[in-house]
């Protein structure tokens, strides 16, 4: 439906919709770093459409993260719109959802994910060239995507599967990327799916289709977020559509894989760029896992590694912005807002927002074991309130395990200077991110 763009006296408009859709993460930042010291909010510009309300206030992207009641996720990117899960789904359909996959991302399970990210990790490894050039985001995601099928679906990932589902994913991100501001043009004027899109989306069903089947097929299945799915569905309290199975498994695999590979894949970038931090990594690693496989107990002495992770989170986290919009007309920091008005929490900008952070834009795990330099509130690279991220720590033990694993038996070294970022539905590489490996034992 086409809004009328209206601009309420006090809000400061900040350039427009085209300049924003042009390079969002320059755009974002500085506007966070012109106007954050004097606006929680701004409001950019549409030539036609809806405009996009920008939080610069982090302390209110929180209370909007909080507050389910007033704001709800808008439906992002096609994929989001055609398929129900966890990702996607709203109130009360959400709730059942999030209290039946809970339970699977607690305690002992994140012990056992672990171990299986270890084990992974190992027989991932010796494939791996002596020494080459690969495409280190190809080839971490075919590692997450083999950590997510054993983990949630108790099913392997050959190769082959892995390339076809990275490969998908980068058509669905180009797509994603070609109509991310498409949204907010009045419907007549948004592009279609394409072909490509399609046949992309397609592979993720086939791939999901096969791990649902199996469970279905199975009579005594291992248990698993597939399983606890099924059991759900035969419970007659809990409404779940037909193809709910296939959605919530393409959501977790396509949420859970990329944003993680991503996520170490930039490590590597950073460290390449840091090679004393990386010489620090490699000597712990060492020394807590004397060569062996990590393991759920090594996780916490493991303390290097987790500061180059949440580091890495803040300059390049893989989630780049979040979204919210209000369920009906409200006002926010003393601004009127229409229902339905695109709120965006810039998670970028906010991890490089001068007044947090010292020093934003270097590169400083140390930052994490001081208070001095680290800005809390403008930290959140997995979204925070009651949607914050369901696989935060299954990320977080995989990408501090490859960091450590790979760093013990390998030298990775990230050939480009300077990273060229795509931010799409995620935070891409805009092309291969090539990286010199070599063995080191
Ligand atoms: C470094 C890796 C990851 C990053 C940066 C990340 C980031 C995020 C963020 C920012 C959100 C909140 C979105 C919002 O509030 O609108 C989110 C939600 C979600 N993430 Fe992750 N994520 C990561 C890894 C994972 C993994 C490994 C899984 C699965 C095991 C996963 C599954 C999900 C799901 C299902 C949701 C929706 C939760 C809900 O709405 O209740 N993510 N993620």
Redesign the pocket.
């Known amino acids: 439906m086409e809004r009328e763009a209206h601009t309420p006296p006090g809000l400061p408009v900040v350039g427009n919709l085209p300049r924003l859709a042009r390079d969002p993460l320059r755009f974002l930042t500085g506007v966070q770093n012109a106007y954050g010291n004097q606006y929680p909010l701004v409001r950019v510009d549409p030539p036609v459409g809806q405009s996009v309300t920008v939080v610069l206030d982090p302390e209110l992207a929180h209370e909007i ?1 909080a507050d389910r009641a007033r704001f709800r ?1 808008p439906s992002v990117g096609v994929q989001e719109q055609r398929r129900q ?3 996607s ?1 709203d109130g009360a359909l ?1 709730e059942q ?2 209290s039946v ?1 809970d339970p699977e ?1 607690v305690g002992g399970r994140l012990a056992e994910y672990a171990e299986i990210a270890g084990e992974t990790l190992e027989e991932t490894l010796t494939e791996w060239p002596e020494s080459g050039t690969v495409d280190l985001f190809e080839e971490l995601s075919i590692l ?1 995507m083999r950590v ?1 099928t054993r ?2 679906f108790s099913r392997d990932t050959d190769r082959e599967r892995g390339e076809r589902v990275h490969e998908a994913l980068a058509t669905l991100n180009d797509e994603f990327d070609a109509s991310v501001f498409d949204l907010l043009l009045p419907e007549r004027l948004q592009s279609g799916v394409s072909s490509e899109f399609e046949a992309a989306d397609a592979v993720l069903d086939s791939v999901a289709a096969e791990f649902v089947d199996w469970h279905l097929d199975h009579e005594d299945p291992p248990r698993d977020v597939i399983t606890a799915l099924v059991d759900a569905k035969a419970d007659p309290d809990i409404e779940l559509s037909e193809n709910e199975l296939i959605d919530q498994t393409v ?2 695999m396509t ?3 990329e ?2 590979a ?2 170490i894949a930039y490590a590597f970038y950073w460290l390449s760029q840091n090679p004393k931090v990386k010489e620090r990594v490699r000597a712990e690693a060492r020394d807590v896992l004397d060569g062996g496989r990590p393991g759920w107990a090594d996780l916490s002495e493991l303390t290097v590694t987790e500061r180059v992770v949440r580091e890495t ?1 803040r300059l390049t ?3 780049w912005n ?3 919009e209000p369920r009906e007309p409200l006002t926010l920091a003393g601004t009127q807002l229409d229902e339905g008005e695109f709120v965006m929490l810039p ?1 970028y900008a906010h991890h490089r927002d001068r007044r947090a952070w010292s020093d934003p834009l270097t590169f400083d795990p140390d930052r994490w074991g001081t208070t001095a330099s680290r800005g809390d509130d403008a930290y ?13 720590q ?3 033990t ?2 501090q395990f490859a960091l450590a694993h790979v760093l013990q038996h390998y030298d990775v070294a990230v050939t480009a200077d300077e990273l060229d970022l795509q931010p799409s539905v995620t935070l891409r590489p805009s092309g291969p991110l090539e990286a010199e490996v070599s063995a080191l034992d």
């Open positions: 993260l996720r899960g966890l990702v789904s959400w959802q999030r996959l991302f997450t997510i983990s949630l959501l977790f949420g859970g894989q944003t993680t991503l996520t989170l986290p893989a989630a979040v979204s919210r998670i959140y690279p997995f979204g925070s309130g009651p949607r914050v991220c369901i696989g935060r299954v990320a977080l995989e990408a």
